[in-house]
Every structure is written in C-alpha cells, then in structure tokens.
C-alpha cells in the first residue's frame, strides 16, 4: 500500500481500492464541482426570465425546473462531500429529494407538453401576426374614422351653434323692430306678426294669426289694386308700394310695404315676409308740398302752373268730344285803394273771402285760380253756347259785388270779367289766356262791374301797364 492510499484509507467509504489515485479524485472533484456550479446558474437565469417576463404563461413551471436543476446540483455537491465523509443518510435524502422534485418537475412537462405542441407553428404564428396586423389596421381605420366622425360632429355642432345664434339675433330683431313685420301664406293667411305690428294696427297676435291680409284692407285702395299687388307678389317673389289700410280703431294710415318672398321650413311651403311703416305723416307733408306747389299760399286756389296743367287736359277734351269751353280773366276793381287804405292785411283777408265766393259760385268741374295780385282766371268746361258763360260771369260779378265785412271794416269791390272762347278765340291755353285778358282790358276800359267777350282787334291794342293790385 503506497503512502496515499494509507492516508486516505479511512476516507474510502468502500473499504480499499487502488482505483482511488490522486488524478482520479480530482476529476471527480472538478467534474462535480463544475456542474454544480452549472446547475446553480441554471435557476438563477430562469429565475431572471419568470422576474423580467410577468406576461409568461405557465411562469410556475420554469420555478420548478429551476428547483429541479438546483436539486440535482446539490447532489453533485452531496457526491463531493461524501469523498470525504461518507454520509449516506444524507446522501440518502438529498437523493429523494432529487427524485421528488424530478417526478414533479416530469409530471409538470408532461403535463404542459400538450399544450406546448398545441403552441402555433411558424405558419400560424405569421397568420396571428397577419391577423393582428389587420386587427391594428382596422382599429387604426375605425379610430380615424372615429376621429373624421368627430371632426364632423364639432362641425355641425359649431354650426347648429351660429345657427342657433343667427336664429335668436333674427327673434331679437323681429320682436325690437320698429317696423311692422307680418309674415304670410301663399293664400294671404297671417302665420306670424311682430309687437311693431299690434302697435301700428291694433291688432295683437292672438287678433292677427290666422286671419287674412284684407284684415287691414281700406276702401281707399280698390279690389282690382289688392289683386294686383297679390299676383304680382306671386310672380316676381317681391313687391314694393305704397298702401293705405285700415286700423283695429277704424283710422286710416298709410304704409310703405316691402313684401318679399322666402322658402319656409318642413311642410310650410313658400313664405312671404312683409315689412311695413308707417308714412302718414311723411304723404301729408308731401301732400301739402304738393298743394302748396299747385295752389296759391293765401287763397289755397289753384296757381298758374296748376292752371295751364287743367287747362291743357281741358282743351284735348274738348276737341275729343267736339265741345266749347270758357276762359275768363277776373280783375277786382278798387283793390289797390282798399290795401293803400286799409292796409295788406285786410287786404288779405278780402282776397281770402273773394276765393271762397268763386268756389261757392262755380262748379265742381269748373276751375277758379288765382293768377296774382287782385287777378283771377276762371276756367269753365263743358260750355254749350257762349251765353253760358254770360251768365256764369254776371252771377260772379254779382257775388263779388256784395259788401265783405273783415273786422271792424265793411269793404265794397267789384269785379270785371274778360271771356275768351275754345276754339273760337284761341286754340291753346297761352292765346286764350292773352284774348281774355285783352277782353277784360276792352270790358274795363267801359267802365267797372260788367264783362266783355274777346272779338277781333282786341289784341292789337295791347294791355298797359298796370301796377299790382290796381283795380
């Protein structure tokens, strides 16, 4: 027995045995030693894996096989150990423990084994893969969709917004307008009318509603113009004009309407809005500038140029209808003394009184104006014979003859007439203006208070000159 085996007799646990020489127990050491060392990696890597990958299914069998591989690292070290002292309990147990944790580490594999093979294959995985591709694609396509889908609906919701807006500024401004606002049916009938309305006809909206236009009709404008006005406003989508119409009360007013056509909403059809104020005022100031246009500011007679108009429609219609008419040129006598001695104002006031006996005296049809100063032209239609308007002229002188009492002044004047004839005496208003007054020049020149008819040679002599308001 060498010198090694001696020392080492009592470690072998086998009893003797020359195959235990130094270079076989270090291989048995080294290889022990290495994998064990390998074995106790294993688990730390595994152990890594199932801390790092929480989304691992079956994460609990990679734990197992990592206490497996433990396990049969600690009975290499077991073998190493036992070299030494040879323990075989321990060896014993450590080597059960081994198998008890390799049957479960086996009952564990056997049973995740079907379902690792049931774990898609290449193919399958790509067509997962393609699958989920499409999965994302779509959710991508629905999310844009969604996301156009919700552009589009802040869209409609930003313009139901300004037309929500747009609709309560045009209430606002139907309900505070100043003008009258009445909104209609193709057929006239009232849908709708503003507060402006009720104040400028009387009429409220429970009044209104459902009632037709002609609610406000006057008998100042005829049928033939209402049914003209509708058709027109029919046609053309719009009209514009000036109506007279009639209050709740009964009073007249005069409205400047503009009605205009506009496409209603859901089953309503057409629609027309009319918009209306009220012009009376304003047509009485036009009136009365037209009046005072045409008409003498102190007597309210027609002036010249209103007189050449009447007379002018005068002469075309008696040439039509084959008849005569009359001029005659009336000068007052002794005006001039009554404004020298009296003075302008009571000269005014017998002016005044002198108009309104012309118009008691004369017809309708027939025409008094004055001309200026103390003259007055009278212009009388429809004149069957010239004595007509002999007698027409001395009824006038008469009238005109008569004491005036203006104040505290009783004023006598008279009146001297010069007739011209259409179409005897001139065939144009200028000629028989010119021939009745020569005729009044030739009839005065005879003396005061009477009347002359024009006759040939009358305008040779020519008129002298004649300051204002001599008589």
Known sequence: MSTWSAVTAHLIPHGYCLSWQPGLMAMHLGADAVTAAAYATIPILLIQLVRLRKDLQFSWVFV???????ACGATHLMSMWTLWHPDYLAAGLVKMLTAIVS??????????????????????????????????????????????????????????????????LAANVFDNAMDGIVVTDASSRIHSVNPAFTTLTGYT?????????????????????????????LQSGRWTGEVWSQRKNGELFCQWLNFSKVHGTGDEGALYVGIFNDVTDLRRKDEHIRHLAFHDLLTGLPNRTLLLDRLAHAIEGALRQG?????????????????DTLGHDVGDELLKVIATRLRTELRESDTAARMGGDEFIVLIEHVREPADLARVASKLIASLSQPVQIGAHTVDVGATIGIACYPQDGLDGNELMKHADAAMYAAKAQGRGRH?????GMGE???????????
Request: charged share 20%; proline share 4%.
């Open 323 to 339: 008849e005569q008419l009359g001029l005659m040129f009336l000068d007052l006598d002794r005006f001039k003394q009554v404004n």
């Open 205 to 233: 909206a429970e009044e209104a509603v459902g009632q037709k236009l002609s609610l406000l009709r006057s008998e100042q404008n005829g049928l033939n113009f209402y049914r003209e006005q509708w058709n027109k406003l």
């Open 103 to 168: 049957v479960g580490t086996a009952a564990a594999l056997y049973w995740l084994l079907p379902k690792a093979i049931a774990l898609p294959g290449p193919a399958q995985w790509a067509a997962v893969h393609e699958n989920l591709r499409q999965q994302v694609a779509e959710r991508s396509k629905a999310e844009h969709e969604l996301t156009r889908a919700n552009a589009q609906l802040q869209a409609e919701l930003l313009e139901r917004q300004r037309t929500a807006a747009q609709l309560q």
């Open 452 to 456: 002359g008819f024009f006759s040939e």
């Open 64 to 70: 197992l096989f990592g206490v497996f591989i433990l």
């Open 461 to 471: 002599q020519g008129r002298p000159p004649r300051e204002p308001g001599q008589g």
